[in-house]
């Protein structure tokens, strides 16, 4: 997989990555991610050594795509992580997510349920009362996330958001939770995959640079096609309903499909047509 640099200097990078392929390894993982694809582009260019490398300070979902940032010196890396929330003035997703009949969301607001994960690392809102395996209630973490509808159709809506916190799954879990799982996520029970992936695309990254305060701001749209799917609606969510024959209709119905159809007599012994006369016998050798 690819991956496009939007802007390199000594200190950052920042790139748009694929869906589908992994921020970051994890332990025991040999895949390639993000940040080795990065490192290899910095050998070929000649500037990658021990010290000047990519360093991770965010990461995006495997399956989420879009703008996400590298330091590329460990000194980088601390200064951005410790001030990350101060320098990242804009941070947007935009995300297609199944329309519910009913919902207590708005057009606009704020989702601040405290997120868990299951026992797959899945992060997800756990309901009151609810217990893990062991029987004990799960651990919880405060997570806020501001949205905004972009686009309603009559099967989905465009969402796009930001987040005070970065917790796994964020926008997934929270938007799931109050009826709108993103297209292509079957973990949180979406119903539809018309793209085959899910649809979340981190779309906008405004900071200001850690080391020479410079104003920066990347933006790479989602597909055009997302907007398209919500206007114009996805109807295979909405078979019409069989409504039930009365029953005298059915009978009826019933009865006539039976008529025209030989059903057939029983077939007489030779002992029955013996005790017949002639004409009784001639009606049944018919």
């Known amino acids: 997989m690819e991956i496009e ?5 000594q200190y950052i990078a920042v790139i748009n990555k694929p869906y589908g392929l992994l921020s970051v390894p994890y332990p025991g993982s040999k895949a390639k991610t993000a940040q080795s694809i990065l490192e290899e582009l910095l050998r070929k260019q000649g500037t990658a ?3 000047h490398k990519p360093f991770a300070v965010h990461r995006l979902d495997r399956d989420t795509s879009g703008v996400m940032m590298f330091a590329l010196t460990e000194q980088a890396q601390t200064k951005i992580m410790n001030s990350w929330h101060s320098m990242v003035t804009e941070r947007l997703y935009r995300a297609v997510a199944e329309k519910p009949e009913t919902t207590d969301l708005k057009d606009e607001g704020i989702i601040s349920d405290k997120l868990a994960q299951n026992a797959h690392k899945v992060g997800f809102v756990p309901k009151e009362g609810i217990k893990n395996k062991d029987g004990k209630a799960f651990k919880t973490e405060t997570a806020r996330t501001h949205y905004k509808i972009i686009e309603k159709g009559a099967t989905h809506v465009l969402f796009e958001l930001s987040l005070d916190t970065g917790k796994k799954n964020q926008i997934r879990a929270h938007l799931a939770f109050h009826g709108f799982p993103l297209a292509g996520d ?3 029970r979406a119903k539809t995959d018309h793209f085959h992936r899910l649809c979340l695309h981190a ?6 640079h850690p080391f020479t305060g410079e104003h920066k701001k ?3 749209p989602e597909p055009k096609e997302w907007a398209d799917y919500v206007k114009k609606g996805d109807f295979s ?3 019409p309903a069989h409504k039930a024959e009365p029953k005298r209709a059915a009978k009826s119905r019933h009865q006539d499909s039976l008529k025209g159809v030989d059903l057939g007599e029983k077939r ?16 049944h050798r018919r």
């Open 5 to 9: 640099i939007l802007y390199q200097d």
């Open 218 to 220: 990347f933006e790479v």
């Open 203 to 208: 779309r906008t990254l405004e900071f200001d």
């Open 49 to 51: 050594n021990a010290r």
């Open 268 to 283: 007489l012994s030779r002992k029955d047509l013996a005790h017949m006369d002639f004409i009784e016998r001639g009606k």
């Open 186 to 188: 079957k973990e949180h």
């Open 237 to 239: 969510l909405k078979k």
